[in-house]
């Protein structure tokens, strides 16, 4: 059984930064793909940006492309997500998944773990 636990959520001004992590424990994840998405209040779950199992391919949604940076370290076990230059309207309660194959996807019927999430506000 994968157990994800997000942390790094909190309060930020519009223009600031925040690193999201997530740790992942019962198993290696190196050879999964690793997703992160977030949900709005009212809102359905969206796909923000996944990574390949070894690390070198990304994808991300246009609303985040160069703004958000998703990365790995397989020797952790670990999952990252740089936020800069936040809007309001990235506003939403953060998820980290993992996805049993290593190919990337972007769809959350594709992901068979998923963390607690964490909390971020954009202030304006």
């Known amino acids: 059984q994968v157990q994800l636990v997000e942390s790094g959520g909190g309060l930020v001004q519009t223009g600031g930064s925040l690193r999201l992590s997530c740790a992942a424990s019962?198993?290696?994840?190196?050879?999964?793909?690793m997703g992160w998405f977030r949900q709005a209040p009212g809102k359905e779950r969206e796909f923000v940006a996944t990574?390949?199992?070894?690390?070198?391919?990304?994808q991300y949604a246009d609303s985040v492309k160069g703004r958000f940076t998703i990365s790995r370290d397989n020797a952790k076990n670990m999952v990252y997500l740089q936020l800069n230059s936040l809007k309001p309207e990235d506003t939403a309660v953060y998820y980290c998944?993992?996805?049993?194959?290593?190919?990337?996807?972007?769809?959350?019927?594709?992901?068979?773990?998923w963390g607690q999430g964490t909390q971020v506000t954009v202030s304006s």
């Open positions: 990574i390949h199992g070894s690390g070198g391919i990304t």
């Open positions: 019962g198993r290696a994840l190196s050879n999964n793909a």
């Open positions: 998944a993992a996805s049993p194959g290593s190919w990337l996807t972007r769809s959350i019927n594709n992901y068979d773990y």
